[in-house]
């Protein structure tokens, strides 16, 4: 508990530094920090009194619905600051202080992870359509090679200097290929290949956890990716990386 006290009490430092270097940027978070200063205290004043369903209560709730407030062209700080302090730090205190009771029946903590996820998940898929310019993820480069390869049979972008292998993995464009011919007419049909990846990616790291360690740990880890910053950066995102 004394590594992640450290660890909060860096972030809330680096990120004050960081707001007080510019008044713009301190008068557009301020409110921002100071919750989270806030709630970095309470999640302690919990950890203190060992208060395992407290914190994970706080999470699940707390988490879920700040994530869905989030308008569709939200800041990176603001995302940050909601991962870190309504998601790692109150599920990271939980763990270190739920070994004792790890024994006893899983079921609560269960449907609040899983309540944890669908939230990530919702905001992932929500994204699909609530961010429409395409230009600013470079999925018209994903289009031409696609393109290129119904017309000619190679893989190669005709529009773009640059080799194949280098740019993007050959396999990724015969799966992308097919799933926009079955989906054929609709723009949004890579994007929702990619969140289809990002879904069973979910499910393989939650697989992965619970065969290593148990089943508690497969949903912590899943609900971790779930509200990764880069998994819901790109995984509604028409591109090659999920």
């Not at 994007?191 to 290593?212: M, P, Q, Y």
Request: glycine fraction near 6%.
């Amino acid at each position: 508990m004394r590594w992640l006290a450290l660890t909060a009490l860096v972030v809330t430092v680096l990120i004050g530094a960081v707001l007080i270097t510019s008044p713009i940027t301190f008068s557009y978070y301020r409110y921002g920090w100071f919750a989270h200063v806030l709630v970095t205290l309470l999640v302690f004043w919990l950890a203190r009194r060992r208060a395992y369903w407290l914190l994970i209560v706080l999470s699940a709730v707390a988490l879920p619905v700040a994530l869905i407030l989030l308008p569709p062209h939200f800041g990176a700080l603001n995302l940050l600051l909601i991962l870190w302090t309504l998601g790692a730090l109150p599920l990271f205190a939980a763990g270190l202080i739920g070994r004792e009771i790890a024994a006893q029946p899983l079921l609560p903590p269960r449907l609040l992870l899983i309540a944890i996820i669908i939230a990530g998940c919702a905001v992932s898929l929500r994204s699909i359509h609530d961010f429409p310019n395409f230009s600013a993820t470079d999925e018209a480069m994903i289009f031409n090679y696609i393109d290129t390869f119904e017309r000619t049979g190679k893989i190669e972008a005709s529009l773009i200097p640059y080799r194949a292998p280098i740019v993007t993995g050959n396999l990724y464009i015969y799966g992308a290929e097919l799933w926009t011919n079955l989906f054929h007419g609709d723009p949004f049909a890579l994007r929702d290949f990619s969140a289809l990846g990002g879904l069973l990616l979910i499910a393989l790291v939650f697989a992965t956890a619970r065969r290593l360690g148990d089943t508690l740990t497969g949903w912590i880890a899943a609900a971790l990716l779930a509200t990764n910053l880069l998994w819901m950066a790109v995984s509604h995102v028409g591109r090659q990386e999920i």
